[in-house]
């Protein structure tokens, strides 16, 4: 057993607590890391509120992290101790039927006790002045050492710089691959991204990559703007500065809809303006933001019956095991960026400090 620092959430709408927390060794087809570097994501955010209906307390959050292989547990073959790795919050079983259809990477090998906040086999590998502390999304990267599933980690490049490629695990992958994978955006397209937070930026970075010719940014917080157009925005809007709906503005503006727009917020409303934002007839409005539990989202079906198309995403569409190397790949050969998306590096007992700086959409 591994005594260390974790930040605890006992409840929720509470602060996190740092506290010194027992991590049993990996059971079979398990591996413990020490993890390096985590990001806060609103994800986090949103269990730690009480919104999430799958939210188990007291728990170690956390899901976007990089460490080093401590220790395996039996039967664990892809990684060994000393191995550099990034947790993964969608696994890759390779053997499910999900896993096995190209069409998706939502493997379901270990979702049910997942949601529960537990390993596969039921148990807890945390616990906490004698309580059992739940697990978060098969990762709880709030710890000096975690223990995660074997299909739930992804062997990268040793060379890379652990804080960041810890962004690969969640936010840039997300980003990017919905508008690579998901929309499958084509060169000289204009496409419309809501909510410029670390997603949307990385939205825009897909979308650039992908050939967009317009790329158009929708955000109330304009401070955003500068950095939004450093990833490739050509230009940014308020929908606070306009009397009509932001989506009646974007069809103006761009002669009839968007071909590709991208909600990266989790707020239904928007999700109902960037579908109308798109184009009759071949516009494709991809949803992946986190809405609260319960909200449902609502448009005219004739905005589908003319031809515009309503999609999701997870993870960006990557098969995890398989694609998380090859992102980090990509971003040491300077194919893709990451070190921009970095504001702030902060020591691990400042946490909610960090908490607070996202919340400001710093």
Same mark, same amino acid.
């Given at each position: 057993?591994?005594?260390?620092?974790?930040?605890?959430?006992?409840?929720?709408?509470?602060?996190?607590?740092?506290?010194e927390?027992?991590v @049993?060794?990996?059971?079979a087809?398990?591996? *413990?890391?020490?993890?390096?570097?985590? @990001?806060?994501?609103?994800?986090?955010? $949103?269990?730690?509120?009480?919104?999430?209906?799958?939210?188990?307390?007291p728990?170690?959050?956390?899901? =976007?992290?990089?460490g080093?292989?401590?220790?395996?547990? =039996?039967?664990?073959?892809?990684?060994?101790?000393?191995?550099?790795?990034?947790?993964?919050?969608?696994?890759?079983?390779?053997?499910?039927?999900?896993?096995?259809?190209?069409?998706?990477?939502?493997c379901?090998?270990? *979702?049910?006790?997942q949601?529960?906040?537990?390993?596969p086999?039921?148990?807890?590998?945390?616990t906490?002045?004698?309580?059992?502390?739940y697990?978060?999304?098969?990762?709880?990267t709030?710890?000096?050492?975690?223990?995660?599933?074997?299909?739930?980690?992804?062997?990268?490049?040793?060379?890379?710089?652990?804080?960041?490629?810890?962004?690969?695990?969640?936010?840039?992958?997300?980003?990017?691959?919905?508008? !690579?994978?998901?929309?499958?955006?084509?060169?000289?397209?204009?496409?419309a991204?809501?909510?410029?937070?670390? !997603?949307?930026?990385?939205?825009?970075?897909?979308?650039?990559?992908?050939?967009?010719? *317009?790329?158009?940014?929708?955000?109330?917080?304009?401070?955003?703007?500068?950095?939004?157009q450093?990833?490739?925005?050509t230009?940014?809007?308020?929908?606070?500065?306009?009397?009509?709906?932001?989506?009646? !503005?974007l !069809?103006?503006?761009?002669?009839?809809?968007v071909? $590709?727009?991208?909600?990266?917020?989790?707020?239904?409303?928007?999700?109902r303006?960037?579908?109308?934002?798109?184009?009759?007839g071949?516009?494709?409005?991809?949803?992946?933001?986190?809405?609260?539990a319960?909200?449902?989202?609502?448009? *005219?079906p004739?905005?589908?019956?003319?031809?515009?198309?309503?999609?999701?995403?997870?993870?960006?569409?990557?098969k995890?095991?398989?694609s998380?190397?090859?992102?980090?790949?990509d971003?040491?050969?300077?194919?893709?960026?990451?070190?921009?998306?970095?504001?702030?590096?902060?020591?691990?007992?400042?946490?909610?400090?960090?908490?607070?700086?996202?919340h400001?959409?710093?």
């Amino acid at each position: 057993v591994i005594k260390c620092k974790a930040a605890v959430a006992w409840e929720a709408g509470k602060p996190l607590s740092l506290e010194e927390v027992e991590v @049993a060794p990996p059971k079979a087809h398990e591996v *413990r890391i020490k993890i390096v570097a985590t @990001a806060v994501c609103h994800t986090d955010a $949103y269990t730690l509120s009480g919104a999430d209906p799958e939210g188990s307390f007291p728990v170690i959050l956390g899901h =976007e992290g990089a460490g080093i292989v401590e220790s395996v547990g =039996e039967g664990v073959t892809k990684v060994k101790p000393g191995d550099t790795v990034i947790p993964l919050y969608i696994p890759q079983c390779g053997e499910c039927k999900f896993c096995k259809n190209p069409k998706t990477n939502l493997c379901q090998k270990i *979702r049910i006790t997942q949601g529960k906040g537990l390993m596969p086999d039921g148990t807890s590998r945390f616990t906490c002045k004698g309580k059992q502390i739940y697990h978060f999304m098969g990762t709880s990267t709030f710890s000096e050492y975690t223990v995660v599933a074997d299909i739930s980690v992804a062997k990268i490049d040793a060379a890379a710089p652990l804080d960041k490629v810890c962004l690969l695990g969640c936010g840039i992958s997300t980003g990017y691959g919905a508008a !690579v994978n998901t929309a499958k955006v084509e060169a000289g397209s204009t496409c419309a991204v809501f909510g410029l937070g670390g !997603v949307g930026l990385a939205v825009i970075m897909g979308c650039k990559i992908a050939g967009a010719s *317009r790329i158009i940014g929708i955000d109330l917080n304009k401070d955003k703007y500068a950095k939004a157009q450093a990833f490739g925005a050509t230009e940014c809007i308020s929908p606070e500065d306009f009397k009509k709906p932001i989506q009646d !503005v974007l !069809v103006e503006m761009t002669d009839g809809g968007v071909d $590709y727009s991208f909600e990266c917020i989790g707020n239904v409303g928007v999700m109902r303006s960037a579908l109308e934002a798109c184009h009759k007839g071949w516009g494709v409005s991809v949803i992946i933001g986190v809405a609260a539990a319960g909200q449902e989202i609502s448009t *005219r079906p004739f905005q589908l019956v003319t031809g515009r198309t309503w999609k999701g995403t997870a993870f960006g569409g990557w098969k995890s095991v398989d694609s998380v190397p090859k992102l980090v790949t990509d971003y040491m050969a300077k194919k893709i960026k990451v070190d921009e998306f970095v504001t702030q590096t902060l020591p691990f007992n400042k946490i909610n400090e960090a908490f607070e700086l996202m919340h400001t959409g710093k």
